[in-house]
């Protein structure tokens, strides 16, 4: 299995922290020592999930061939419409008749779960291109006004083409990948949450978010370089969820690993959901170098977990 | 791959079709000769989506060995929590560490996609026995005074244990399964939309909706026939999705199939989305006799579809 190409939108309202300032009394040093979020991306009025698939579709497909997907894999826990899903809105705007189309949400993990599937039609025989689409519109559920997690959400989407086959020499070879979930946990099912029509994002258990995912991420990764016969030594670089900076750290940390091998987009996008590792991918992409390995790992609300080695 | 038990959950307030004729004006008659719907269930204050994934788990539990399950996929459009999804509410119930857990939505279609995405993790071998949920609270978005669609949804949930190898000789034996998206339809994307935060469920273009599900249901249904050198001779059942008992028949009459054949609830319980055909397999389980064919099939919103043949 091989990501081929990647795309990546963002929409174009910058909001800085000072606009918790005057919202919350939160100063911009507060929210950068605590989370490291400078800015993030606001969707515009008429700009949704569904929109926001359109436009990372365009972007890829400005990158490679996509008349000949044969599935599509949408993840978000922010639908614009979860009947008319982002995966649907990719096949009406390509015209793809007759393939499988399906959406998930496994929180911020479902871009590696939704690989996962992927990984499943290929292993089926029943898909051999897919398009695979993360987006989320945090700003649409969230209050803003909640002093706790108000100020860390923003807005973006990305997509992949995953092929069963490698197209070329520079397709960046998945190697492992897991996704597992701790929904066992005493506060997984109430860390945090997303209900559309009762109170949309809340978190209100944010430290037993963070103490799990500083947990899981690692115990995750170093599952993906067992499986792979590989070592800590091997990492080139950790993409992990972008939901905070001090966990990240926390991550790199807890591998040994130095921050030089972090990959961050969070202090200019804040926690842009399953998202936010996609879009690092794609920011990134084009200086990654032949041979370099990548562990991409996401932990996200109701405790899912997962990581995947990317070799470049 | 087979289906190893089955449970349903129905909330026990009934809506008759008076309270309809009260609120809008539609009489009994009208709605009984549009779509065969007599009555539906109504989900009480305080259950929901999550909470009826619950209930089907614990009633699933009376039948068989759920300990352990090593993976659950839950499928719904209408989320109590996007985040605190119905497969993690389910893992958290039954306290299962690190499983694969994953919620998709692909509309009313969403039972067979959610089988198909476990046959890949079987296939990968990353599965061996696994949850499955499909639960729908149509009536947290609908708007019943809406005349088009407001009588059509009911609340309800079903759960499956599906597993890799044949437990027993009573096993349902899924031969073939199939899925497929028309999304590239012109009024795929808005004949039926389901917008959490702007409007819930809608349904402008009935009558697109209609149409095609009368045409992907029976194509769809022939074609797993073909796969397994079956024809509609062989068919004992045929069990469409519940959205309307004359689009029901109309799949029977394309098919050429008896109406004694056809398998139906949605008299009692309206369209309970992609609940729909799992409630009906649950309730009419005891009664399949070993050998006879059932023939399930989908169709559901963003025009998503799937048939699958289960052999008893």
């Known amino acids: 299995m091989y990501i081929h190409a990647v795309s990546h939108y963002l929409p174009t309202q910058v909001v800085g922290n000072e606009h918790f300032t005057q919202l919350n009394g939160l100063s911009s040093d507060w929210i950068i020592e605590r989370t490291g979020i400078l800015e993030r991306r606001k969707a515009a009025p008429g700009e949704n999930t569904n929109t926001m698939t359109i436009e990372v579709v365009k972007r890829l497909m400005e990158k490679t061939d996509l008349t000949t997907v044969d599935l599509i894999v949408g993840g978000t826990y922010t639908p614009y419409d979860t009947i008319v899903s982002i995966a649907h809105e990719a096949q009406h705007f390509l015209g793809i008749a007759d393939i499988p189309t399906i959406s998930i949400s496994t929180a911020c993990s479902s871009l590696l779960n939704a690989i996962e599937v ?8 029943k898909a051999t291109r897919a398009l695979v689409i993360v987006s989320e519109h945090n700003t649409l559920y969230y209050n803003e006004k909640d002093t706790i997690s108000g100020h860390l959400w923003g807005d973006g989407a990305a997509a992949l083409l995953i092929t069963k086959e490698r197209q070329n020499e520079k397709d960046f070879d998945v190697k492992a990948l897991i996704t597992g979930g701790a929904a066992h946990t005493s506060k997984a099912t109430t860390g945090v949450m997303m209900k559309p029509a009762d109170g949309g994002v809340t978190m209100p258990h944010g430290r037993d978010v963070f103490i799990n995912a500083c947990q899981y991420m690692p115990k ?8 792979c016969g590989l070592t800590l030594a091997d990492v080139d670089y950790v993409l992990p969820h ?8 926390n991550v790199m940390n807890t591998l040994g690993l130095p921050e030089e091998k972090l990959i961050s987009n969070i202090q200019y996008y804040g926690n842009t959901g399953c998202a936010g590792c996609a879009i690092a991918l794609s920011e990134k992409w084009d200086t990654f170098k032949k041979g370099e390995h990548i562990v991409i790992t996401v932990f996200g609300g109701g405790y899912s977990y997962g990581a995947m080695l990317v070799e470049v």
């Open 242 to 249: 972008q939901a905070n900076l001090r966990i990240s750290r």
């Open 220 to 227: 995750a990764s170093l599952q993906v370089l067992e499986q």
């Open 118 to 125: 992927v990984e499943g039609y290929f292993a089926l025989n």
